[in-house]
């Protein structure tokens, strides 16, 4: 897919979308790649989180580490032989060659809020890795291999509960040890079967486990702990930390110490840098062609949104936006056309960021986003014809803001624009035809 295909449009974390920014290194981030991959191979098992606030591209990063390790490994199909030869050659340079060739790495993508609410995550995990294994086919071909599956199956699902109400009185705990001991010994026996001739080791990715229901949550990193600790297999929690902290809270209490239970999960932590906005914002709006596109670029660079909140406002481009810059430019004064290409965005872009911040700017109350976004150098073409000898930009722009939104006169005019106090109706009406996106 041509990298015009993904400009201007939302970015899912498809296949097609992960390979693109990974030969691009369109988020800036292919050493954080290299760096995860090179972490799966320093435990030989646990697991690792890797923590960013929402919205900063976890998702995106895990599965391009998933696809480098993809690459590296002969027995994984989901890149053609092209594909494969391109992503290995973007690390070459950085000594993965030797690294990764002779460990070929079996990867697995669980996303853990698509699987809130089955009974039991220890079999949906399964499930993801016999799925990835290609190993369904085994259930019908191998009669030990669907034997082993039915044990996992019965042990979690298929529990007699009489054990547990005679447990609590002590007559049952032994059993209730050895049952437990007999669900690992199964998952354990599970895994040797699916990874020999396809890796030497899994890696199993586990996503958005922050948005889960707390007791999901909860029992899917204590099935990990106590069913999943497994030689040569690792686990990598991508995760918003600090909201996960605050699952856990929910479940057992607000004075409960999450930060020291989940210090029992994770052997190694790592926080993910933001996004290279400057570098994502040349790769998506590099060739901006309109007013509305540049000020959308400017209003990304100068209040750092996440690549998420990037992303949602894109949506928006192509329709009401092209109407906006369309009518501007064909039906109306200069004056209005500035106002529906260069404000409109800044207006909402303000929206989306912090409520209390577009409040004070549509009172009059702050100029300051018009001042910072209005003069960015890659704006100063559409303002240097409204300068004169008297007035510069900046002083020109806040007489825009003041009659707009503040305390200004009913017009102000000059050079061929015209700003009028009614246009701050036809801003806030035009904004809010822009959709926020889910």
């Avoid at 600790?229 to 996960?244: A, G």
């Avoid at 039906?331 to 409040?359: E, M, W």
């Avoid at 004169?388 to 050079?415: D, P």
Wanted: hydrophobic share 40%; charged share 30%; proline share 3%.
């Amino acid at each position: 897919m041509d990298d015009e295909v993904l400009r201007g449009r939302e970015l899912p974390p498809t296949k097609e979308n992960i390979y693109q920014t990974l030969v691009s290194n369109a988020l800036g981030r292919n050493e954080h790649v290299l760096q995860l991959a090179r972490r799966c191979y320093s435990i030989d098992r646990g697991a690792i989180s890797l923590d960013a606030p929402w919205g900063e591209g976890k998702t995106f990063l895990v599965k391009q580490a998933q696809m480098f390790l993809d690459a590296y490994n002969p027995s994984n199909n989901e890149l053609t032989e092209e594909e494969r030869r391109i992503v290995k050659r973007l690390f070459i340079w950085q000594g993965a060659e030797n690294a990764f060739l002779n460990f070929p790495v079996l990867t697995v993508y669980y996303d853990a809020w698509l699987h809130d609410g089955d009974v039991d995550p220890a079999l949906s995990l399964v499930y993801e890795v016999a799925s990835a294994t290609h190993s369904e086919n085994l259930l019908e071909d191998d009669p030990d291999f669907k034997g082993i599956i039915e044990k996992i199956a019965g042990a979690f699902v298929k529990k007699d509960l009489s054990k547990f109400a005679t447990s609590s009185h002590g007559s049952s705990a032994l059993d209730e040890l050895k049952q437990a001991r007999k669900r690992e010994d199964t998952i354990k026996e599970f895994f040797h079967w699916v990874l020999p001739e396809r890796g030497e080791r899994m890696v199993v990715f586990v996503d958005e486990l922050d948005r889960c229901s707390p007791s999901f949550a909860i029992q899917l990193l204590e099935r990990v702990k106590h069913f999943f600790d497994i030689e040569n297999v690792v686990f990598v929690f991508s995760v918003n930390v600090k909201e996960l902290q605050h699952t856990i809270k929910r479940f057992y209490g607000e004075q409960f110490d999450a930060t020291k239970y989940l210090s029992r999960f994770f052997s190694i932590s790592v926080s993910l840098p933001k996004v290279d906005r400057e570098r994502f914002l040349e790769w998506e709006f590099g060739n901006a062609k309109t007013w509305f596109e540049v000020s959308w670029y400017c209003f990304c660079k100068h209040y750092e949104l996440s690549m998420r909140d990037m992303l949602r406002m894109q949506q928006n481009m192509e329709s009401i936006g092209q109407a906006l810059i369309q009518k501007g430019e064909e039906d109306y004064d200069k004056g209005v056309s500035f106002v529906k290409t260069v404000l409109v965005p800044i207006v909402f872009g303000l929206k989306l960021y912090s409520l209390d911040l577009y409040n004070q700017f549509v009172s009059g109350e702050n100029w300051e986003p018009m001042r910072r976004i209005v003069l960015d150098r890659r704006l100063k073409s559409i303002i240097s014809p409204m300068e004169t000898a008297t007035k510069s930009a900046v002083r020109f722009v806040e007489e825009i803001y003041s009659v707009i939104f503040g305390e200004g006169g009913e017009k102000l005019e000059c050079n061929g624009y015209v700003f009028a106090k009614e246009m701050r109706k036809d801003v806030l009406q035009w904004a809010s035809q822009l959709s926020f996106p889910n």
